[in-house]
């Protein structure tokens, strides 16, 4: 805990203390600028990352046809399905968990220490109890710069820095913001099993950070709130808005069902009803009186005698 103080929290703590003093004591124009510097700091992973995702996006849909006409090849026999489309995969240089190296993934959990650090920094820097003012004494630096803006003030527009928001306006910022940068990279797709995973992430991933900002103090939300702002500016320039406003194609999947159903309906209309049996006709015809007629005995010739 003491190196993670070292490396994280002290700098962390320091620099917003720094930066606020410099924004004419504003806490929160302090964290926004904090937000500016850290992913200045993290461009080029986030280039990266982005330029990656997109290329294996291409990728995959120039790879399509080629999928498709192994699902059709292999049918009936899965595993060699399997070994195939991995062979495909690995001779296009494509990854099939590239999912877990997406750009709003690593960058999140690239974060999380930063989180603690910037909840941490923030509780410490408003000094809110006298355990938080120890702490905050004991990792302060000799600077001035960071020690003469000491006390800082809690507000910021509406906000307590150190509360929840009260009317969830800071949340549902997050959480459009969180959205729209997850749409941006997001292309569509006629797979049916793929626009169903699309359409979770693009609903638990903005819902799960409106949940982390309405339990956490209104300081950190400000820091999720310009990252998503600042994640959307950058994708702007990797993506455009052609995802945002391009509509889903309709499903493969359900094309094919109905496609199927179609074709089973036409032949069933074309096929002619298959011609009952004679007797059944003749059965049919005589009704009960048919029955009786099986069930006496079998017919005599005019003397008496049976026939055969």
Do not use: H
Not at 186 to 213: E, G, H, K, V, Y
Not at 245 to 256: F, G, I, R, S, Y
């Amino acid at each position: 805990m003491g190196f993670l103080n070292l490396i994280l929290l002290q700098p962390i703590l320091n620099v917003l203390l720094v930066l606020t003093n410099i924004l004419f004591g504003n806490f929160g124009l302090g964290i926004i600028a904090l937000t500016l510097l850290v992913r200045l700091i993290m461009l080029p992973l986030t280039l990266w990352q982005l330029r990656g995702s997109k290329k294996q996006s291409e990728a995959m849909a120039a790879m399509k046809p080629k999928l498709d006409q192994l699902k059709k090849k292999y049918a009936k026999n899965p595993q060699k399905q399997q070994q195939e489309m991995m062979k495909l995969y690995k001779e296009a240089g494509i990854t099939p968990l590239g999912c877990l190296a997406s750009p709003m993934l690593v960058t999140t959990v690239i974060q999380l220490p930063i989180y603690v650090a910037l909840y941490r920094a923030i509780i410490q820097a408003l000094a809110a109890t006298p355990q938080d003012f120890l702490g905050l004494s004991q990792n302060l630096y000799s600077w001035a710069a960071a020690n003469q803006g000491l006390p800082i003030s809690e507000s910021f527009l509406w906000l307590d820095l150190t509360a929840r928001d009260p009317y969830y306006i800071l949340p549902i910022l997050v959480a459009a913001t969180q959205w729209l940068s997850q749409k941006m990279m997001t292309p569509p797709t006629a797979d049916a099993q793929q626009q169903s995973t699309n359409r979770m992430m693009q609903i638990m991933m903005p819902l799960f950070m409106a949940f982390i900002t309405v339990t956490l103090p209104s300081g950190l939300g400000i820091y999720f709130l310009m990252t998503s702002i600042i994640m959307i500016v950058v994708q702007y320039f990797i993506y455009g808005w052609k995802n945002v406003l391009a509509k889903a194609p309709a499903p493969e999947p359900a094309l094919a069902a109905k496609d199927t159903k179609g074709e089973k309906a036409k032949g069933s209309a074309k096929r002619p009803a298959p011609a009952a049996p004679a007797g059944a006709a003749k059965e049919e015809k005589k009704g009960w009186r048919g029955l009786l007629d099986r069930l006496k005995p079998q017919d005599t010739d005019e003397n008496g005698d049976k026939d055969g």
